[in-house]
């Protein structure tokens, strides 16, 4: 079982940064698939960025270039960094871990994943 709890959300005005933090429970774990989802108001949950099985990041195209997802290993913590903040960025962000045995869906799909957190409101005003 792997416990993850995200933090640094908030408001802040489009145009601005942010950066997320997610600290897991598993001293040692590699820290590969790992990944940032999100979920806007009355909106499915999407794949923002992720670390895959190889270690390569990913990300997807509507953040690309504008966030960037990276680790601290001795910490136990994954970051995204968020810059360039649009209104459309606003959701719950949840952080994701574990990908599971067998499953071969892309790293930015939520079914490749056993753990997740409990979110963290990101809201950005225009």
């Known amino acids: 079982q792997v416990h993850l709890v995200e933090s640094g959300g908030g408001s802040v005005q489009a145009g601005g940064s942010l950066r997320l933090s997610c600290t897991h429970s598993?001293?040692?774990?590699?820290?590969?698939?790992m990944a940032w989802f999100r979920q806007p108001p009355g909106k499915e949950r999407e794949g923002v960025a992720a670390?895959?099985?190889?270690?390569?990041?990913r990300y997807a195209d509507s953040v690309r270039d504008r966030f960037t997802i990276s680790k601290d290993s001795a910490k136990n913590t994954l970051y995204l960094q968020m810059d360039s903040l649009k209104p459309e960025d606003t959701a719950m962000y949840y952080c994701?871990?574990?990908?599971?045995?067998?499953?071969?869906?892309?790293?930015?799909?939520?079914?490749?994943?056993?753990?997740w957190g409990q979110g963290t409101q990101v809201t950005v005003s225009s």
């Open positions: 670390y895959d099985s190889d270690g390569a990041t």
């Open positions: 994701a871990a574990g990908c599971r045995y067998g499953v071969d869906n892309p790293i930015l799909d939520a079914e490749r994943y056993s753990f």
């Open positions: 598993v001293d040692g774990y590699s820290m590969n698939c």
